[in-house]
Nanobody, 127 residues
Framework: QVQLVESGGGLVQAGGSLRLSCAAS????????MGWFRQAPGKEREFVAA????????YYSDAVKGRFTISRDNAKNTVYLQMNSLKPEDTAVYYC????????????????????WGQGTQVTVSS
C-alpha cells in the first residue's frame, strides 16, 4: 500500500522560508514522478512543482518559479519542497503526490495524472 506522509508545514512570516518533506513507502520510489500541489480555502487544488523520476527535470508553476525548489532523494524515498520568499498568497494545504504512469512532462501539471496522495500539511504565511 502506497503511503505519502508530508511534514514541515507551519506558520511563517512573509519573506520567510519553510522546507516541506514527503516520505514515501510501499512503492518503487524512483519509478514515480513526484509532485506538490496546494489548495487554499475556497479555491481549487493547483499545481506547484514536479520532479522527474531521476530528479533531472523540475517543473514549476509561474506563481512559485524562482522562489520554490523541488528535489528528491531516491535513496531516502523522500521528496522535498524548499519554499523561500514566502507570501501570504502561498497560504494553503500542500499535498505531495506520486504518479507512476506519466510518460510526458507535459502531463506533470495535472492532478488527475497522480494516483497517490498524501494527507496534506498546512502552510500559513502571515503578513
Amino acid at each position: 500500500q502506497v503511503q505519502l506522509v508530508e511534514s514541515g508545514g507551519g506558520l511563517v512570516q512573509a519573506g520567510g522560508s519553510l522546507r516541506l518533506s514527503c516520505a514515501a513507502s510501499g512503492l518503487t520510489f524512483d519509478g514515480y514522478v513526484m509532485g506538490w500541489f496546494r489548495q487554499a480555502p475556497g479555491k481549487e487544488r493547483e499545481f506547484v512543482a514536479a520532479i522527474s523520476r531521476a530528479g533531472v527535470g523540475t517543473y514549476y508553476s509561474d506563481a512559485v518559479k524562482g522562489r520554490f525548489t523541488i528535489s528528491r532523494d531516491n535513496a531516502k524515498n523522500t521528496v522535498y519542497l524548499q519554499m523561500n520568499s514566502l507570501k501570504p498568497e502561498d497560504t494553503a494545504v500542500y499535498y505531495c503526490a506520486a504518479a507512476a504512469l506519466i510518460a510526458s512532462s507535459a502531463n506533470y501539471y495535472y492532478s488527475r495524472n497522480y494516483g497517490n496522495w498524501g494527507q496534506g500539511t498546512q502552510v500559513t504565511v502571515s503578513s
